[in-house]
């Protein structure tokens, strides 16, 4: 069994970006708002800027102190949305604590959200005409149709039911026709679920939730999940994805043969750095650079181009 490999597409999606960037007359352009000194956030400013380059976009990140007053962000946020050279926000989360970090996030103009989370956004979505479309669901389902996963009539189980991914997972795959099934922590009776899909992706921030015991041969599991748990042995903290160690490449705890590859953000998305909790993978970059030319034909050539 092959592993699903999440670096090969976004490289594919790159390549399409280039050609397509090549032939327009304005030059895309990105920003990135980043508060304070958080060590993961700044790896990913600086890999959002290293993508730009590499596609040929226009990037500019905006660096604030980490005690920055919400007037003095929101002030930012209101400058880019005005900026003609930029045509995509992305603010970057965690946000320090004396931020609303809703508020922020719903600040940005709509047709500037590569991130896909203002609420204007979020229903277009819910209606079945996506505009810009939160990065890790829409590169989970690009990974899977890469490699040609069945998707419509197969049993579609989401745990999660988050803002960022569970949500529009679901209805991401309910548009592909797939059979979809929402369950979050508090879901009981979780392996009658599991036992029966075809599809999994967990995405609840609970660690090792799902166990081999919990699923059928012929399953395919993303796992979407980081979490610090403590090591028995030495008790240092690292990362640990939503399911158990035993649900792996063709077997599980119980030793069934012909389990389908998992796709795990430490596997098939390519695992941060272990002090890294949750940065972008680069499918994820990839689709978020997609999401900035989307932004950008919407304002300067409407519908000249269509994205899945």
Partial sequence: MALLEGKIVAAAQEEKLRAQIRELSVQPGL??????????????????????????MHSE?????????ETMLLSEVERLNQDPKIHGILVQLPLPPQIDAKRVL???????????FH??????????????????PLGILHLLKHYEIPLAGKQALVIGRSNIVGKPMAL?????????????????????????ADIIVAAVGQAQLVTGEM????????????NRMDYPRTGRGGPHDDRHPAVQYGQSRTGKPGLRPILSVGKAL?????????????????????????????LHVPFALQFP
Avoid: F, W
């Fill in 270 to 298: 390519h695992r941060p750095p272990p002090q890294a909790l949750p940065l972008r993978t680069p499918i994820q970059d990839s689709l978020a650079l997609q999401g900035l030319l989307k932004a950008h034909l919407q």
């Fill in 61 to 69: 990140m905006v660096l604030l102190p980490g005690d920055v007053s």
């Fill in 106 to 116: 719903e600040a940005i103009a709509p047709e500037k959200d590569v991130d896909g």
């Fill in 31 to 56: 920003a990135v708002i980043l508060a304070g000194e958080d060590g993961p956030s700044k790896i990913y400013v600086r890999r959002k800027q290293e993508a730009c380059e590499r596609v040929g």
């Fill in 119 to 136: 609420p204007l956004n979020a229903g277009y979505l819910l209606t079945g005409t996506p505009k810009q479309v939160p990065c890790t």
């Fill in 215 to 226: 699923v059928k041969d012929g399953v395919v599991v993303v796992d979407v999940g980081m």
């Fill in 172 to 196: 991401l795959l309910l548009q592909e026709n797939a059979t979809v099934t929402l369950a979050h922590s508090r879901t009981q009776n979780l392996s009658e679920l599991t036992q029966k």
